[in-house]
């Protein structure tokens, strides 16, 4: 691991947020860093309000949007909500669903299967949509690159809206309305909403037509927050407000089919990581085993007993995907040493009868001993099809451009992607991505990160510093849970592999005049020999609470540590 310690901010403003807010000198720092230099920032970043949402309408075709809705109403059409199999996609179409609902009958639902249609708008659908006269279509986090899907669709007489938060391509699909923060020509203050958080600025324009507010539309911001963490985008800005109250909403009032998962686990209060593996992995679940069906009818339902039956069957899902994600990523990183391709830039493997649900997992969980770019690919119908993920600080997207030529189809994001090919291009696309790789990544890329907030030592670690640190959450990307360096520590004799397998640390560090304090590091057994002896060490870590016996006391949850 790499360790870079992020450099100081200003120090004048650094002192004058000190004084204003009447905080110390690092919780000031951290705050600069975040980009909040104001009192009056700082009230906005640690009193979120539903006020600091944006008005709707300022995003291009909004008022476009709710007047085809609105024509859809008067006419009594046949409306079909339309969205991608994974968690941003279903809780989408949940969200939308539930709210159209409550104002028309017509409202129906369609997820596309994964491995018969594929991502995005899919022919099939839109098929669908003409045998059972629906005349409108809401296409939610997908549609962004669906022109010609949307000229078909338009040549049956059927309507497209689409709320996507993809980029966009050079031309936009010519349907009756296009919500995407991302397209060039929009002006909407906040760029980085998820899918499911563009399906919520249309049911606010909706409902502020109707003399709603947003207050009112509260119990819909569980299913928001859930997306925002599992499509990992900014926690910043108007995704804070959203993510802040949704949190909220799942802890004391959540869905039925929330509450159905949580009442499978022993947890008494979720925060944004909770959400991103607990509740995310199983309504990713249903797409990727089964059906994203499955999902949308757990989110949707307002009986808890018929949700806790549709939470029992995701749960199946959910176990079967572990295990098939385990036995995939063992023979893929077998793959890797039979291929002698341990010392490449990227990693690409492929088999035809890997899981296609799984393979986005298994991309990811290649990265934690390959630390590169990486892709899994898997036989899907005639062609092959892949998920992508990379490294901080590497555009995965833009890298794949470069290769379009053996590319059939991609899309995503800078860290994730996805992609299809004609089987006889694997092998020139695989040397085409290693080489464009090695071309454009910095080595250092290479090597793990550990990004570190500001160096402190262990008096300042008061419960009143921890106090105002818990304010900073929900904590995310653009706002990631502080990390703190300290130097000059000793164990003070109880140092220790603990754990089923020792593989964990577990030791009490204290400098020279400052109290002691337990530090844990979960898989950092093998570095116990640092610490033995009392020899001197420095950790970067984050902060948190340990509950043992009723008692409550601060302590280091442990990034790395080094001598």
Known sequence: MRWTLKPKPDLKTIKHLEDKLQVDETIATLLVQRGIKTYDEAKTFFRPSLTHLHDPYLMKDMDKAVARIEQAFANKENILVY?????DGTTAVALMSTYLKTKHNLVYTYIPNRYDEGYGVSKKGINFALENDFTLIIALDCGIKAIDKVAYAKNLGIDFIICDHHRPGNDVPNAVAVLDPKQDDCNY???????????FKLIQALAQKDGETPEDLMPYLDLVATAIGADIVPINGENRVLAYFGLHVINTKPRPGIKAILDQIEKTELTITDVVFIIAPRINAAGRMEHGNFAVALLAEDDYELAKVHAANIETYNLERRTIDKEITIAALEQIEALKEENRLTTVVYDENWHKG??????????????????????????????????????????????AEHIEQFGGHKYAAGLTLKEENYQAFKQA???????????????????IDAEIDLKHLTPKFYRILKQFAPYGPSNMTPVFMTENLRDTGYGKCVGADKTHLRFTAAQPDSNSIVGIGFGMGEKHELISDKKQFRAAYSIDENEWKGNVSLQLKLRDIKA
Do not use: Q
């Open 83 to 87: 969205g991608d199999y994974d968690v």
């Open 189 to 199: 203050p906040f760029k980085e909403l998820c899918g499911c958080g563009v399906g």
């Open 358 to 403: 799984v393979i986005g997992i298994v991309a990811s969980r290649l990265t934690e001993t390959y630390y590169r770019p990486t892709l899994v690919f898997t036989k899907s119908g005639e062609k092959l099809a892949a998920s992508a993920r990379s490294v901080k600080g590497f555009d995965v997207y833009n890298a794949l451009g470069a290769c």
């Open 433 to 451: 991505f290693e080489d464009v790789v090695s071309k454009t990544i910095d080595r250092n890329l290479l090597i793990p990160e550990i990004k």
